[in-house]
């Protein structure tokens, strides 16, 4: 488990048990009253993540400053990135849900696809060290730099803004969806109207990073014209 997302990775587990936590969500577990799940192996892929994407930014980039750098890095790492790597190796369809995550589309919200792939990260750096993780996240990285870089510059909301403003749309305005989740783990979904209009709709642990999400959802289905890369 799972031989297709092994082959769309570029990755072979040797222990089937990593790749099966890696899958697992908690509700999926918590519903059969098992332990393991995926979040802790997400923790540990966020930083494999982070420290993979420091390096290669480091070695791609010679010339540019920390400040550069860093808006890079924050745009490779960010939940839409992600969620949308996960989108093109269909990792929604392996995902193991609870019924009631299921039924309410949870193979498809970007949160829970943002942490699976963080979680399949760590999974390979356990399983077959730094170097396994960094080949298959440095083929991530470049991919997802070649095909994105209209966030790097700035945030994606003020990059929203500014480019909406320049077509004379106004300000984008963000509106809370959803709110779930006990007060300790707080999910909001936020929708991002762009000329009165939804354009953009995203989860986060907090309203600020639900509305990050939504505007980097808004640019991409808006197909506005990107920075520079």
């Known amino acids: ?70 808006k890079r890095k924050s745009f490779l790492v960010s939940a839409p990135v992600l969620a949308r790597y996960a989108v093109e190796i269909e990792l929604g369809n392996e995902i193991r849900l609870g019924v009631g995550e299921s039924r309410s589309g949870g193979s498809a919200k970007a949160s829970i696809l943002a942490d699976t792939v963080e979680a399949l990260f760590g999974a390979i750096y356990l399983d077959g060290g730094l170097d396994a993780a960094r080949e298959v996240i440095e083929a991530f990285l470049a991919k997802a730099m070649a095909s994105g870089p209209r966030l790097i510059h700035t945030d994606a909301k003020t990059h929203l803004q500014e480019l909406a403003q320049a077509r004379g749309w106004g300000l984008p305005l963000y509106r809370v969806a959803a709110e779930t989740g006990p007060d300790h783990l707080k999910c909001f979904t936020i929708e991002c109207l762009v000329d009165g209009k939804i354009s953009g709709v995203a989860e986060g642990a907090s309203k600020k990073s639900a509305e990050q999400g939504a505007a980097a959802a808004a640019l991409e289905r808006l197909d506005l014209p990107e920075d520079a890369s």
């Open 1 to 70: 488990m799972s031989r297709f997302i092994e082959e769309a990775v570029g990755y072979t587990f040797k222990s089937g048990a990593l790749i099966s936590a890696a899958l697992t969500h908690r509700s999926y577990a918590n519903e059969r009253g098992e332990q393991e799940n995926y979040e802790r192996l997400e923790f540990l892929g966020d930083s494999v993540l982070g420290l993979v994407a420091a390096r290669w930014l480091y070695d791609t980039y010679p010339e540019e400053p920390e400040g550069r750098l860093a």
